[in-house]
């Protein structure tokens, strides 16, 4: 059950950063459209499914597919923690409007101590991984480079 909730959510939410970085411009704009019917990014979803199956056809070890989605949700959880304080020192407008009240303190508190524990969790997975983990990071620093190119402008 929890295999099948976790891959749920992670082709519910990779389709829709195929949606974000389409209007980004990291993705070709095909990636933009939104089904009028269900409100989904089905050519997003297509991507994610096709990757997944082009995963799953090289056969790795179930154990090694869990960790490198383990990996990737608390990579993705510990950014959006990030962001979140981000947001409070920032653009404290936005949070002065949210509808959920959380106190400052609050928010930064359970934010430090989220990103520690998430960071450990990655560590004791990155050992665990062993070379996938290297391709991890290689995809990581492949997507900081195209960010911080395009924020310079060196490409549009």
Not at 40 to 54: F, M, V
Not at 57 to 77: D, E, H, K, Q
Not at 121 to 131: D, I, T
């Amino acid at each position: 059950m929890a295999s099948t909730t976790t891959i749920n959510l992670t082709l519910a939410a990779a389709g829709r950063y195929a949606l974000a970085f389409s209007f980004d411009g990291y993705f070709p704009r095909v990636f933009s459209h939104v089904s009028e019917r269900f409100g989904t990014p089905h050519n997003g979803l297509a991507l994610i499914y096709a990757l997944t199956i082009a995963a799953l056809l090289f056969n790795p070890p179930l154990m090694t597919l869990g960790a490198v989605l383990n990996f990737g949700l608390l990579f993705m959880v510990t950014l959006v923690v990030c962001g979140a304080v981000r947001v409070l020192r920032r653009h404290p407008e936005v949070f002065a409007q949210s509808t959920v009240t959380v106190r400052p303190r609050l928010l930064v508190g359970a934010s430090i101590a989220a990103v520690a524990f998430n960071v450990v969790y990655m560590a004791v997975l990155a050992v665990a991984l062993k070379w996938t983990f290297l391709v991890f990071v290689a995809a990581i620093l492949i997507g900081l480079a195209l960010y911080y190119s395009r924020k310079r402008g060196l490409w549009r």
